[in-house]
Nanobody, 122 residues
Framework: QVQLVESGGGFVQAGGSLRLSCAAS????????MGWFRQAPGKEREFVSA????????YYADSVKGRFTISRDNAKNTVYLQMTSLKLEDTAVYYC???????????????WGQGTQVTVSS
């Protein structure tokens, strides 16, 4: 069983940047599609981004495309989410997920971290 620990969340002004990290332990995730989801207050958890195990394929929600970049370091068992040009609507708890899969337009995570809060202020 994999354990995922997110870090890097915090408070940032609109237009600013943050870099989230997700460290995996318990097993290697080097062969796992990894991803990020987020949940804003009063809303359902939504897909943000994913990256295939090789790093060759990346996926982004339309709302973050061009502003967020996912990356991974398999040697460190870690995945990152670089967030730039942050908007008020990016405020949410961000969750890292392992063993991410897609079915049609839906994305699913197999294992989850505890989440890290990102708050964007004006």
């Amino acid at each position: 069983q994999v354990q995922l620990v997110e870090s890097g969340g915090g408070f940032v002004q609109a237009g600013g940047s943050l870099r989230l990290s997700c460290a995996a332990s318990g097993r290697t995730v080097s062969r796992s599609t990894m991803g990020w989801f987020r949940q804003a207050p009063g809303k359902e958890r939504e897909f943000v981004s994913a990256m295939s195990w090789s790093g060759r394929s990346t996926y982004y929600a339309d709302s973050v495309k061009g502003r967020f970049t996912i990356s991974r370091d398999n040697a460190k068992n870690t995945v990152y989410l670089q967030m730039t040009s942050l908007k008020l609507e990016d405020t949410a708890v961000y969750y890292c997920a392992a063993d991410v899969s897609q079915s049609g337009s839906m994305w699913y995570g197999g294992s989850w971290g505890q989440g890290t809060q990102v708050t964007v202020s004006s």
